[in-house]
């Protein structure tokens, strides 16, 4: 099966990793690479697939644990946690934390402020 685009032909970046990324949070269990493999709209080598599953785990996008001679792996968040956690390395490759916090609540919407007003509020202050 072909995912849209000619043979040999590359894949937008990210693309690959998004895909993976998506088969494994769509399954309750870890999987091992050609579990992912099968999974998988294209026509991919085993090698390429553990390529992508270990350049993830080393971004710290999936966890592993041994599963027979191969690695199972998995999300360490659903999709939202997974943006949250973006969001904070972002947040934490800044120099100014103040700035950029200020700046991300002056571009929100009136509707997202609020509903962040609401979720700070809910939360217990750390002092």
Request: proline residues 5%; neutral net charge; charged residues 25%.
């Given at each position: ?8 032909e ?25 579990e ?6 294209d ?23 041994k ?5 199972a ?45 609401q979720l ?8």
């Open positions: 099966m072909n995912a849209g685009h000619a043979p040999g590359r894949r937008p970046g990210g693309a690959l990793e998004a895909e993976v990324l998506g088969i494994l949070q769509s399954t309750p269990q870890a999987l091992t690479p050609g992912v493999l099968q999974r998988l709209s026509d991919l080598s085993y090698s390429t697939v553990v390529t992508v599953l270990s350049r993830m785990f080393d971004k710290g996008l999936l966890k592993r644990g599963q027979g001679r191969a690695y792996y998995a999300p360490v968040a659903d999709t939202h946690g997974l943006t949250a956690r973006r969001m904070r390395q972002v947040l934490d490759s800044g120099s100014d934390r103040e700035s950029v916090l200020a700046r991300f609540v002056e571009d929100l919407s009136l509707q997202d402020e609020q509903l962040l007003r700070l509020g809910g939360l217990p202050d750390q002092e």
